[in-house]
């Protein structure tokens, strides 16, 4: 069986944050063909085209990893109705220089949490106009937004809403045959 190699960019840079728990959840429920990588993103300088003449290490290093995935899963949290500047940060690194971007073609997936009702349906919806954008392949359904997030987690971190693992543990499932499916194409 083919083990494919998924990045994993949280979109919340707070250490006890609900997408960095759900992220490690997604870690222990992603069937043995996908094996998840959390990315840190936190210390992208913010991008500047002035700077790929020489670019920063972080960028480079950045590139290189997202270069060597196979998938990426975006696991976000909804700022404004939209993702957080950290995440967009991310995204606009890895897409340039222009031609050169390190998402081009890979599939990947989409997760947002929020202790809100709505589960961050703007931000999830917000990141797939500009994952679009990028060529990245992004699974449609089952979708992924994720409610009430404060009363999921134990105070280790782990899921233990069993309803909530069994939807993700699902969710999983689909994402690795997308995966399998776009680069098998």
Request: aromatic letters at 10%; a positive charge.
């Amino acid at each position: 069986m083919e083990r494919y190699q998924i990045a994993v960019l949280v979109g919340s840079l707070r250490k006890e944050s609900f997408n960095r728990k759900m992220a490690r959840a997604l870690q222990e429920l992603a069937p043995p063909s996908l094996s998840l990588q959390i990315i840190s993103i936190g210390e992208l300088p913010l991008y500047n085209e002035d700077l790929d003449a020489s670019a920063p290490e972080a960028w480079t290093s950045f590139r290189d990893q997202i270069k060597g995935m196979d998938g990426v899963l975006f696991v976000t949290p909804e700022y404004n109705r939209s993702v957080p500047a950290v995440l967009k940060n991310a995204i606009d690194v890895g897409s340039r220089p222009y031609g050169k971007s390190v998402w081009n073609g890979k599939p990947g997936a989409v997760v947002s949490v929020s202790p809100g009702a709505i589960g961050g349906f703007g931000a999830n919806q917000h990141l797939r106009q500009s994952l679009v954008f990028i060529n990245v392949p992004t699974m449609q359904h089952p979708e992924a937004y994720v409610g009430g997030a404060s009363k999921l987690f134990d105070e280790s971190g782990t899921l233990t809403n069993e309803s909530t693992r069994d939807f993700m543990k699902k969710f999983m499932e689909a994402f690795a045959g997308w995966v399998t499916t776009i680069l098998r194409k």
